[in-house]
Each structure stands twice: as C-alpha cells, then as structure tokens.
C-alpha cells in the first residue's frame, strides 16, 4: 500500500486563470500602470501604450485591481471572481484626480529619519530621502493600506484614508527595526 502511494502521480495543479482589460483616461504621453492583489498576489504591472494589460498565471480566487497614471488613479475594481483556467476580459479601470500623501518615516524608538524605506500603497510607490521623507501620489480613493519597508525593519502597514483630488501632508510612519537575538 505504500508503495503505491509513493508511485501514485502527484495531485493536480489548478490551471491558471488571467485577467485583461484596459486603462482609460490616461494622459497622451503617460504610461499607465496597475496593482493586482489577490489570493498570495501583489503585484504591479505596466500598460502598453494604448492602455492594455493581461495579468496572466493567476491561481483561482479574488482579485482587486487598481490603475494609477502620475496623479490619476482609478477606484479599485473587485473583487473580481477568477476561476480555474478562467480569462476574464473587457475589465476597465478609468482614470480621475488621484489623492496624495507625504510625511516621514521615522524609526520608531529613537524617531530619527529612515532612510531608502520603500513605501507602497493603491499601486504607487516611493523612496523615503536622508531626511525619511516621500510622497506618494496618484492613490485611489478610499481607505488602503500603505506598506513600508526598508533594510533592518520589518515591514510596517498603515491604513490610510485617501480623498480623490487632495493631498494628505505631515503623515509620520514609525517603523521598529528589527532586533536579531535581542528578546
């Protein structure tokens, strides 16, 4: 009996699925991109010139896509069902006034400035400076979270609410550095 399991072929993978659609509303000149998050998924990807993506190698689950171009940014669309070996076509994400933030990142027990921490949020991304400084623009409405990470921290997520057309100014984001064999 064990020897058949051992020689019994292994189970069935789920055949991947793919989501397409198109970016509208984006300015001549500008590329557009989007962020997929799903079942083990965040990605982003880039649109070609005529604002068409295929997200491909997508397991069965839900899915919420989000399109930012500059300051432009579309609501999120999903969840979008995908089923096993599923193309789900014609999806559309138009582009409007994106929200913004800015603020510092700050280590969180001796508040001083951390540096290069890339921060993540509504499928735009930025650097923090030498001073912990960024600005994220073109985020989708509505409340998101923001990931941040950066070398000796582990990773810091915030949920942040973001208005269409504003900015959001003096955001401080204090992440813990990590403590190897300290407990």
Known sequence: AELAQLMAPPPPRATPGALAGQVTGTPAG????????????????TCDAQGKFELKELVPGEYTLRASAGDLASEPLGPVPLGEGEKVEGLVLPLAAGGGISGRVLDAMTRNPVQ???????????????DGRFELKGLGPGE????????????TVSNVIVTRGRKQT??????????????
């Not at 998101?144 to 990773?155: F, I, N």
């Not at 003096?170 to 407990?183: F, L, M, N, P, Q």
Request: charged content about 25%.
């Open 116 to 130: 290069a921490a890339l921060l993540v949020a509504s499928g735009a991304q930025a650097t923090s400076d030498a």
């Open 170 to 183: 003096g955001a401080e984001i204090r992440s813990e550095e990590r403590r190897v064999g300290k407990e």
């Open 144 to 155: 998101q979270p923001l990931r941040v990470v950066a070398k000796s921290y582990g990773e």
């Open 30 to 45: 500008q590329i557009a991109s989007v962020s997929v998050e799903g079942p083990g998924t965040h990605t982003r990807l």
